[in-house]
């Protein structure tokens, strides 16, 4: 074993072990004063769940949108679009927030974007056997199509990544950006297949629905209890989007990490 091997080895031990007590110190900070706890991740998208669920069953008429039960149906998206929401929330904050720690230690910066990932990640996955206890309850049917559902999480992972790169800096060097995110964001949940499925777009708009990796992303979420939701063209075009972002977010992030690093 040469030294560089034993040196990369040791780098990438520090990286995980510092990403990891970042990561838990969140979470104690989020939670130690509150009553609730991690209950808290479950009960925003479960609320959002009741609110829509009531509206478009209740009160408004849903026709052939979505799939039964169609509680479960939004719970499977809505769980890891407030991952998604949350995270890339944060990061137009996640160098500003840490100024002063960022600039007086060497760890890698890219670590402060990666630990909100991890973060919001691990309360998602807290909020899993809700939607489990929810599915089992409204009869909802399991396939083999379950074993994408992990394939999601990391293809959601890297989508995030590639975001957090992007944006982090951009928001530091450009603080107005912060704001314009916050409304990204809320226009982006109503073209995002969370309400209503990727199939039930009009057919003019598949491929431009499919541009959004979200798409992608929910249907693998989905198809494990609704197989009826399988649709390849936004799985296909939406991974391409992806590794689109992905470089995207780190040429952009070794390009400004000097600057960011001035700014702040």
């Not at 009960?43 to 949108?65: C, E, K, N």
């Not at 899993?128 to 959601?156: D, E, K, R």
Request: proline share 5%; with cysteine.
């Amino acid at each position: 074993m040469t030294v560089t091997e034993v040196r990369g080895g040791g780098i990438s031990r520090r990286y995980f072990h510092s990403l990891w007590l970042l990561s838990a110190r969140d979470l104690r900070v989020r939670y130690a004063t509150s009553v609730l706890g991690y209950l808290w991740s479950v009960l925003d998208p479960l609320v959002m769940s009741a609110i829509y669920w009531f509206v478009f069953t209740q009160v408004f008429h849903r026709g052939h949108v979505g799939e039964q039960p169609y509680i479960v149906f939004l719970i499977t998206a809505l769980l890891p679009w407030v991952w998604f929401n949350t995270a890339v929330g944060d990061f137009t904050r996640a160098f500003k927030k840490d100024a002063r720690l960022i600039r007086s230690t060497a760890i890698p910066r890219s670590i402060w974007v990666v630990r909100v990932i991890l973060t919001k990640g691990l309360e998602f996955t807290f909020a899993i056997p809700v939607l489990i206890l929810f599915a089992v309850f409204a009869g909802a049917q399991a396939n083999w199509s379950l074993l994408l559902f992990p394939v999601a999480m990391l293809w959601q992972t890297v989508l995030l990544i590639g975001l957090g790169l992007l944006i982090a800096p951009l928001c530091v060097l450009w603080t107005d950006l912060e704001r314009t995110t916050a409304l990204i964001l809320r226009a982006l949940f109503y073209v995002s297949p969370v309400i209503y499925g990727f199939k039930d777009l009009p057919h003019q708009l598949h491929i431009l629905g499919a541009l959004n990796p979200l798409s992608g992303i929910f249907t693998l979420y989905r198809v494990g209890l609704f197989p009826g939701q399988w649709q390849p063209e936004p799985v296909i075009i939406g991974a391409a989007v992806t590794l689109v972002f992905l470089a995207l977010g780190l040429f952009t992030f070794r390009s400004l990490e000097r600057d960011v690093l001035k700014e702040l």
